[in-house]
């Protein structure tokens, strides 16, 4: 399923947060979604999920105004991994992965064999079976995204929007979940802040800056010298090592 | 298993479990009928319901068949209801709200019923036309609509819903104060006092069913939004992305226990307590899902109420404590327990 959003604009009182951002994703895309901290990513990612509504613009999904679409048939579409959900109660990583089934479930409908084969797939998928019955307070904070992310999965989404889902991993879970985000037949946006992992796994790569879409295109032609130097303030290399044309970003000091 | 799955010997832990929960109730309700100034034993007691319910025919003394049928047995049935209410309420408000300290009166309800009673008590407003449960009842629908007004309608979140239930309680304590100290005999004073403690003499059959009809009424409403309770885990938004109907659901739960928690405290005086405790024993017990959690927090209240309430009526011999002190004397300890075992294990 395509994601457009065609100029988007949200703001808080006087502030402008996101200013007229259009973007597009085609079907089984990963677009990153890169900037500098208060750049507008999570604001755009919030109204790309219809969990914000615009004050002018508007998002389709395969062609539909996200606007138009109740909530409970959005959900079975489209999953969203916000970036630092916490709770208090005291539930199980199963009890969490088995919310993602909500959307796909009726006030008294059971327990379904689908639901189950949803679950048990999204847990292995981000490699937390055996750890299914832990409670979500015990995990450390790299785990809990983990299993944020087999939440969504368990969802069984078309789309899936991922803000920052690689904070708090290891490398090998970071480099796990943006290819099982890449190699899933999933319309994806990633909000990332690793810029070699962003040009490693995205199609495409936007750039946000004060709530402005400044590029957006293909990884090599995006990050650039200049485009780090003013966007990001700092001074690297770029080197397009990779045969397959992705870049590679050297930071340098001083 | 653990106790938190649905399926499998999950559902048939809860099972289990209510039924264990419903005989003990059983036998709490036939022991706060046999117990009393006038002690009627459990045989007798058991065969005066049974004749009442129209099912044996068996020769007793009709006076021990009246206090039986006519006095004691809708109390104990109101005490179980309103433990049940009170606990639902408690355990809905603690997922609406994500605190745990959350409990039916957090949204100023028991303080309005008070206002509301101390004017037709002390101040005789509605000049004996109005009941003490009427107006305690329109006092607890003022505060709750204060509180829904100065949250906005319970839209900007739960941390601001809980502040404006403080602010109405604190308007709501204060009116009451000045109307007893500025006008109120000592009687009078006195009177308000025991009420607001709580207290089950004097309910009748017609209380235990408007208290049915409500209790039922609001359990099923919770039950068919439990799993949208469920998806409040991770807060509000993250239930709107899961594709939860998010301000409709609040809305309409708050409205259902501030019904729920109205009623009861105009009938018995707002009793503390229970609506903290139960939930956290109960999901100590099925966990934390609400499809198992709402029919325990029910479960559990109803017998905790009935065992205070037989409590409050034996501990001095010739009175009745009120009910609220004795769910605090017995909650906190149990409370303590629950608080020492869940400790983080650092
Ligand atoms: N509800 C809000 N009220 C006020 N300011 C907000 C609100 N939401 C976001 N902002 C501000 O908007 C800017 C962008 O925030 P955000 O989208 O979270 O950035 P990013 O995810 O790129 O770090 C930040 O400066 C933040 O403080
Ligand atoms: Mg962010």
Redesign the pocket.
């Known amino acids: 399923m395509s994601v457009v959003a065609s100029n988007l604009v949200w703001g808080v009182r006087r502030k402008r947060i996101v200013s007229d951002v259009s973007l597009s994703v085609a079907q089984g895309e990963t677009l990153g979604l890169i900037g500098p901290n208060g750049s507008g990513?999570?604001s755009l990612l919030r109204l790309l999920a219809g969990l914000r509504r615009p004050q002018s613009g508007r998002v389709e999904i395969s062609g539909q105004d996200i606007s138009q679409i109740p909530r409970r048939a959005l959900a079975r579409q489209l999953a969203f991994v916000q970036?630092n959900a916490a709770t208090d109660t005291n539930v199980s990583v199963r009890d969490v992965v088995r919310l993602g089934r909500t959307p796909h479930r009726s006030a008294l409908s059971g327990w379904s064999a689908v639901d189950e084969l949803a679950v048990a797939s999204a847990l292995e998928r981000v490699d937390m079976t055996d750890r299914r019955a832990q409670p979500w307070q015990t995990l450390s904070g790299g785990e809990r995204q983990r299993v944020h992310i087999a939440r969504a999965l368990a969802q069984s989404p078309r789309v899936m929007f991922l803000?920052?889902p690689t904070n708090h991993l290891d490398i090998h879970h970071q480099i796990e979940i943006l290819r099982m985000v890449r190699d899933l037949d999933l319309t994806s946006i990633v909000?990332l802040h690793d810029l070699n992992l962003a040009a490693l796994f995205c199609d495409r790569i936007a750039v946000l800056q004060n709530g402005v879409l400044v590029a957006c295109g293909r990884p090599a032609e995006v990050l650039t010298q200049s485009l780090l130097r003013d966007i990001f303030r700092v001074q690297a290399e770029v080197n397009n090592i990779d045969q397959t044309g992705r870049p590679h970003i050297r930071f340098k000091t001083g | 298993m653990t106790p938190s799955d649905e399926t499998g010997s999950g559902a048939g832990w809860l099972a289990l479990f209510l039924v264990l929960v419903l005989a003990v109730l059983a036998f709490a309700v036939a022991l706060a009928t046999a117990i009393g100034d006038y002690s009627i034993g459990l045989r007798t007691v058991t065969l005066a319901i049974t004749n009442g319910l129209g099912l044996t025919g068996a020769d007793i003394p009709p006076i021990e068949e009246s206090v039986v049928w006519d006095l004691r047995l809708s109390r104990a049935l109101v005490a179980a209801l309103a433990g049940a209410g009170l606990a639902i309420c408690g355990a809905i408000l603690q997922a609406l709200l994500r605190n745990a300290l959350a409990e039916p009166f957090v949204l100023g309800v028991s303080a309005g019923a008070s206002t509301g009673a101390v004017c037709v008590i002390v101040l005789g407003i509605g000049a004996g036309s109005l009941s003490l449960s009427a107006g305690a009842f329109a006092g607890a629908f003022a505060a709750f609509a204060l509180v829904a007004i100065l949250s906005n309608g319970a839209t900007s979140g739960p941390n601001h819903t809980i502040l404006a239930g403080v602010a109405a309680s604190q308007l709501f304590n204060a009116l009451t104060s000045y109307v007893v100290t500025t006008s109120g005999n000592a009687q009078q004073a006195r009177d308000v006092m025991f009420w607001l403690l709580g207290s089950f003499g004097g309910v009748r059959w017609p209380d235990f069913q408007l208290l049915c009809a409500v209790v039922i009424c609001g359990l099923a409403i919770c039950l068919w939004m439990a799993r949208a309770l469920d998806a409040f885990t991770f807060g509000d938004e993250d239930a709107a992305a899961l594709g939860v109907p998010v301000a409709r659901i609040r809305l309409i739960l708050f409205a259902v226990t501030a019904m729920m928690t109205a009623t009861i405290v105009s009938m018995v005086g707002s009793i503390g307590f229970v609506g903290l405790v139960v939930p956290h024993a109960a999901r100590h017990l099925v966990g934390p899902l609400h499809l198992r959690l709402l029919p325990a927090c029910a479960a559990v209240g109803a017998v905790f109420m009935v065992l205070a309430d037989i409590a409050s009526r034996v501990i001095v011999a010739q009175q009745t404590i009120p009910i609220g002190v004795v769910t605090a004397l017995v909650g906190v300890p149990f409370f303590a327990i629950i608080l020492y075992r869940s400790r983080p294990q650092t």
């Open positions: 990513k999570s970036q803000d920052e909000a």
